[in-house]
């Protein structure tokens, strides 16, 4: 398994077949198996809290859903923007890493993207919340047919 804060360099594989599937490599033990994510719903409310302030927002689920992927056999879900010949991959690979994108301002713009693969711990007995160990902490949850909850 990844040690936590590592740097990565996702790459597409293969696009293909009728259900929008994709491969996406991330590195030698994680190699996603894509398929296209459903949300389900029209609007998404994702709750945000941010110094201690909830704030709500309303998305539109058809947009968020239209860069959804998702690999059933190791329960990741993630969303993914081809970039100037790079990925961009966001979200979570397994119940205890997640993935994003590193901001790097002397990257060029196009190529690779480094992105890194960090550690979160799921909270004793809530399922769905996580504390992450990442200068990304927020809480984030989203109510409908999508429920994540970070900190």
Do not use: C, W
Not at 86 to 104: C, E, F, M, Q, W
Not at 132 to 142: N, P, T
């Amino acid at each position: 398994a990844p040690s936590p804060g590592i740097v990565v360099y996702p790459r597409l594989l293969e696009a293909r077949g009728l259900y929008a599937e994709k491969i996406v490599f991330i590195q030698d033990d994680i190699v996603l198996r894509l398929q296209k994510t459903s949300v389900l719903s029209e609007n998404i409310v994702f709750r945000e809290n941010l110094d201690g302030t909830k704030v709500d927002k309303i998305m539109n689920g058809r947009e968020l859903e239209a860069n959804m992927y998702h690999d059933r056999n190791r329960m990741a879900s993630i969303n993914i923007e081809e970039k100037n010949g790079g990925l961009k991959v966001k979200g979570i690979l397994s119940d205890t890493l997640r993935i994003a994108p590193l901001n790097i301002s002397a990257r060029s713009d196009d190529g690779p993207i480094p992105h890194e693969i960090f550690k979160v711990e799921q909270r004793a007995g809530i399922r769905g919340k996580y504390k992450g160990k990442h200068s990304l902490r927020r809480h984030f949850k989203a109510t409908g047919s999508v429920s994540t909850d970070y900190s």
